[in-house]
Nanobody, 125 residues
């Protein structure tokens, strides 16, 4: 059974940093794109970042570009999201996701193959 388990969320002050991790199990995702979405209270789920299977190409939402870095370790079947200079508007549940191609992250949710259950990030002002 495939599982994506996020960790690293928590409460942080504005201007601080967090590193989210997503460990995949049940199969190997070394040939899949991996990435992150988030959903703030009362808002729709939105794309945050994605990385292709090799780690050679990365994609970011405008709202986090320059403040976020996505990376992956295929040997560990894990994807990471380093978030710096956090803002209160970054407060959301962050979801890990896996898809066959990075473009699936940019085209809505329909191409996403697997989802994690999410980890809450709260940024206080």
């Amino acid at each position: 059974q495939v599982q994506l388990v996020e960790s690293g969320g928590g409460l942080v002050q504005a201007g601080g940093s967090l590193r989210l991790s997503c460990a995949a199990s049940g199969r190997t995702f070394s040939r899949y794109a991996m990435g992150w979405f988030r959903q703030a209270p009362g808002k729709e789920r939105e794309f945050v970042a994605a990385i292709d299977w090799s780690g050679g190409s990365t994609y970011y939402a405008k709202s986090v570009k320059g403040r976020a870095t996505i990376s992956r370790d295929n040997a560990e079947n894990t994807v990471y999201l380093q978030m710096n200079t956090l803002k209160p508007e970054d407060t959301a549940v962050y979801y890990c996701a896996v898809a066959g191609a990075p473009t699936a992250f940019l085209e809505g949710f329909y191409g996403i193959d697997y989802w994690g259950k999410g980890t809450l990030v709260t940024v206080s002002s």
